[in-house]
């Protein structure tokens, strides 16, 4: 034989040999018909987000609005009689006090008219006198002792006229305040209400304001008040007025507000930031860049709950800047999102870490 011959002989003898010893061991193999258990399906990894704790405090809301500030007390002095200033005794920006003598105008016989006065009811109180006895003794009528008395009673009349002409030629200050205008000067001649001066009370000033009608159900009057003019420096004020009917045309509420000015800043007549003091309330302060809309509009935040879930809650926006914002609605200890919040859905569990882990 040929060796290809002798090799494909050779081959299979041994394929032979080699099933008839797999055969004989018996172990034969038999093919499954059931499919092969599924390996336990992995539990899901849970999204991390970041966490940051926040705890409710007492907070003090404040209803801002722009106001007005003008004197406490503003007045014109005027002249009460004819005269020609003789004498100036206050000149613009001097602080006078109540009674303070402003200036003189001239007496032009006012005097001599009081002392004419003065004579006339000596006489006719002597008259009275005399009529009274005559009267007792029935040697004077009823009648003649009502004429004198009514001529005493004219008379002095005419005396306290006489005595008010004097003392205003003396205008005095009506109270504490600042000369703001001065109309006068030594030589002018003056007519009944003619200007002299112009005083301001601006130890105390008031505040002027309007509220929103949604927003004047929370003020009355003796709130409290911060009050910040244009010079940034605050000032303490109280609530004294607020109006009962709006206006027609704005639909606001006038408000007045008592401010105290111990240092007598120039001030009045300039514009202010009113903030009026609300009542107390627990409030958290969160950063306005963690605030979201919710399906309806409403601003709020998302935070984790003790199931470690992820809630969506609004709340209400007490007071906005930028180092943070002022909001209720909020658990009194929460556990507020601060990363990773856009890429998770309310309701779905998260694994929480704080922020001052991850910073560590």
Do not use: C
Not at 32 to 42: C, F, N, V
Not at 166 to 176: E, M, T, Y
Not at 346 to 358: F, M, N
Request: charged share 25%; net charge negative; proline share 4%.
């Amino acid at each position: 034989m040929s060796k290809v011959k002798w090799s494909s002989l050779g081959l299979s003898v041994i394929v032979v040999i080699a099933l008839i010893i797999w055969m004989a061991t018996g172990e034969v193999k038999v093919a499954s018909t059931e499919a092969p258990l599924e390996p336990e399906a992995a539990q899901q990894e849970r999204t991390r987000v970041q966490v940051t704790t926040l705890n409710a405090q007492l907070y003090e809301p404040g209803l801002l609005l722009q106001g007005q500030l003008e004197p406490w007390s503003s007045v014109m002095v005027s002249a009460r009689v004819t005269g020609t200033v003789e004498t100036i005794a206050a000149e613009l920006g001097d602080s006078v006090k109540t009674g303070d003598v402003l200036l003189t105008l001239s007496e032009d016989g006012r005097g001599a008219g009081v002392q004419r006065w003065q004579a006339r009811v000596k006489k006719l109180e002597g008259d009275l006198a005399a009529v009274r006895r005559l009267g007792s003794k029935n040697l004077a009528s009823q009648s003649e002792t009502l004429g004198v008395e009514s001529d005493l009673a004219a008379a002095r009349a005419e005396l306290e006229g006489a005595k008010l002409a004097v003392a205003h030629l003396r205008p005095r200050a009506p109270f504490d305040g600042v000369v703001n205008r001065k109309e006068v000067e030594t030589g002018s001649l003056v007519q009944v209400s003619s200007p002299l001066y112009e005083l301001v009370r601006i130890d105390r000033l008031k505040a002027k304001g309007q509220i929103p009608q949604q927003s004047v159900a929370q003020v009355a009057p003796g709130q409290k008040v911060r009050v910040r003019p244009l010079d940034g420096e605050t000032l303490d004020g109280v609530v004294t007025f607020v109006a009962s009917a709006a206006n027609p045309e704005t639909r606001s509420f006038a408000i007045e507000i008592a401010v105290e000015n111990p240092d007598q800043k120039r001030i009045a007549g300039g514009s202010a930031n009113l903030r009026v003091a609300l009542e107390e309330v627990q409030a958290t302060f969160i950063s306005p860049a963690y605030l979201t809309l919710g399906d309806d509009g409403r601003p709020g935040v998302k935070y984790v709950d003790d199931q470690n879930r992820v809630v969506f809650r609004t709340v209400k926006l007490l007071s906005v800047s930028t180092d943070g914002a002022w909001v209720t609605g909020l658990p009194d200890e929460t556990r507020l999102i601060t990363r990773g919040a856009g890429f998770v859905n309310e309701g779905e569990q998260v694994e929480p870490v704080d922020a001052s882990e991850e910073r560590g």
